[in-house]
């Protein structure tokens, strides 16, 4: 079902993800002018455009004895990641690159967000983005192994590591009608590696905004534009584990993964306005004690399932 | 040039304010935060994302200090917009598009860069001068002590550190080590929180030892307290009722419900509820312009929902920065604190004004209780304030129920939520440490006079 794109979509791919973003942006402008009581007007939804613009013409900016290098390297890779991590993400039919081992692809690259934001925080020399850049190792601890879990049982329902294939398993019933554990897990690993919502505090207000505190300028564009592309990325990447991808009557497939994503995207934005904070300590112990077991409780079931109807 | 000059004003023109308040500054922050709220511009966390830094009121040295080391960690274009402690609504919102205007005319801006005030990490302060953590106290009195020798800026607002003449490098002290809870030999920073923080207490200034982001020793060092502006805004009704001139129970009620919201709104930013943080900042706004109190009440009952039922919320909050009922009374701690921790203490029970009066009593005395206890005075005083008729509120034994406490006889309400605040916070991480410093919200403009005794330290 899912082909290989042409080799151009390589350049698309930016472009396509690069839309989502930008649409998280704009839909996350509206609630803040709706919490507001502004008018929704045209101005309100170009705020990200225009935040944008404003971040390549305003200075940028270093501190005493920064160690550069690995500061700037963390902000790139961010984008690096969310970008090379969506190469197994189909749009549709075509994919720019659906690898045998694709899931597995998707989880390593954005496991390497635990280095970028953990340089983000240590090139500065400044302690609230140090404390910030550690809060987001250990928030890592709390959501990788669930994460990572529901990734593989996704795989082993399909019997396959490739991502057409796991579409093409859920041409009966989508996973994320017969897993919902597995669906919600997902979802709170996507908002906690994407730091958003409840899972903000590496970024969050009370370090005067964390990993985030020191970037201006342009520094601080790549930062936030890589924050975007990696929610962009896990809620796109949503569509083809649980959604059945771009299955859908009467639209073509590439319109139903468009919609599917946009839904996704808008139910992880809207999360941001609507949970508090999560405490670091009690989801760790959450994530661990209670989240964990259950994911593995799934992943039994299913194995089971599969047997059985092998067998 | 005519392209790069349009760009610029195009990419600009919802500038990003960062503001700094200085104690008594109340109103004047009020204003510049509804004038960005309807013009949509941003409210930022840190000097590095802002375009115009606003100082609220606030004068004297040792202020002008925190100014200058705020001002080198904004990113050009900018511009300092400093506004006096009685500006109008009408005032700021003028002023705002001025500044403006005036950053894209002279994008170097209008402040000297002084050399004292480098730009360091937002965050990052230290210096060499070596005072242990005991001995000395900065900003006692008068002036502002001696630690402002040149070289120890840093963007956060906050100041030197007590280095103890560490090693060096390229200016940082680094770190030195020492004995955490368990005994471990780990990394210890000291590290300054305030003055010029977003939704912090103006004019508060603590100093930390951080192990991680843990707070082993926490002590008090407020700004010299001889700059603050004269009576607060939050305190003026029942100042002026004790001062002899009639003031209405409804008028009373209104301005508690005002200044209520103001801080659970600062509380519920640092808790992460950013909508309703919205919320509760135009609902201030809306009794501050004398808006229907029945409008407000309609707006406020959906947010007071979510907030006593959000399980998350109070899961992320329980059980933080416990104050109980004896250790508050101990501390001289009156008000919503104390009712918080299961107290039924209110003096408007005593009032004949306030016929009927029940106090609203939380239990816990933690963040959760803290927050549920605003929530229930702000419905308590919009219903009293939309009801009760114009009878003037009269004094209990020449003391009022202002809205952190007991004035009028003996210390300031605030003395005591302040001083409670290095045994609670000692031991807490740094997002818990704001969370509790929110939850009491001291308002040092009530402090004249006062100076952290050497016994209040963690």
Known sequence: ?????????????????????????????????????????????????????????????????????????????VVVVALLASAVTPLGRWSVSDLGIGVVWWTALLALLWVAVWLLGWGPSSPYALVSGYRFVAQALAYEMPLAITVITVAV????????????????????VWMPLALFDYLVGALALAFWGPFRAPVAADTAGGVQAELAGVDRLVFLVGRYLVLAAAAAFTVPLFLGGGAGPLLPDWAWTVLKT????????AARWRLPLVRMDRFEEWSWIVLLPLTLAQLFVVCVVVLVAAA | VELTGRLRRFALARAHLFLVEAPGGVRTRLAAERAARERGWPLVDSPADAD?????????????????????????????????????????????????????ERPGGNHPQLAHALARPAAHHANGDDHPHSGHRHGDGNGHGDVHSPGDGEGEGGHAVHGGGMEMLGGLTVAERAADRDGLQLDVLHVPLGPALPDWPAGLRLRLALQGDVAQQVELDPL?????????FWDRPWLESLAGKPVSVRDAERHRATAHLDSLARLLRLAGLAGDVRRCRRLRDDLLDGTAVGQVQRGFAPVAGRLRHSRLLHWSLDGIGVLDAGAARQLGVTGPALRAAGADEDLRRGDPAYPGFTPVVGHGGDVTARLLQWVGEIEASLAMGATSASQAMRPVEGRHESPRGVIGAGRAPSVGLLEALPRLLTGLD?????????????????????????????
């Open chain 2, 52 to 104: 115009v830094l606003v100082v609220c009121g606030g004068e004297g040295a040792a202020f002008d200090e925190v100014v200058d080391q705020v001002w080198a960690a904004v990113p050009a274009p900018r511009w300092l917009l400093r506004l006096a402690p009685d500006a109008g609504v009408d005032q700021v919102g003028q002023a705002l598009p001025d500044a403006r205007d005036a950053m894209l």
């Open chain 1, 1 to 77: 079902m899912v082909e290989r794109a042409p080799l151009w979509s390589v350049l698309a791919l930016p472009a396509v993800l690069g839309a989502f973003a930008l649409a998280g942006a704009m839909l996350d402008a509206t609630f803040a002018a709706r919490a507001d009581g502004r008018r929704l007007t045209l101005a309100e939804l170009g705020a990200p455009l225009r935040g944008a613009a404003r971040l390549l013409v305003t200075q940028r900016r270093t501190t005493l004895a920064p160690d550069a290098v690995l500061w700037r390297l963390g902000g790139g890779a």
């Open chain 1, 157 to 176: 329902a399909a019997g396959t590591l490739r991502v057409g294939g796991i579409i093409a398993g859920q041409a009966h019933l989508w996973y994320g």
């Open chain 2, 224 to 232: 010299p307290s001889g700059e603050w502006a004269s009576p607060t």
């Open chain 1, 262 to 269: 946009l839904v996704v995207l808008g139910v992880l934005v």
């Open chain 2, 430 to 458: 740094l997002a818990m440490v704001r969370l509790v410093v929110a939850s009491l919200d001291p308002d040092l403009a009530e402090l004249q006079g006062w100076r952290p005794l050497e016994a209040a330290h963690g």
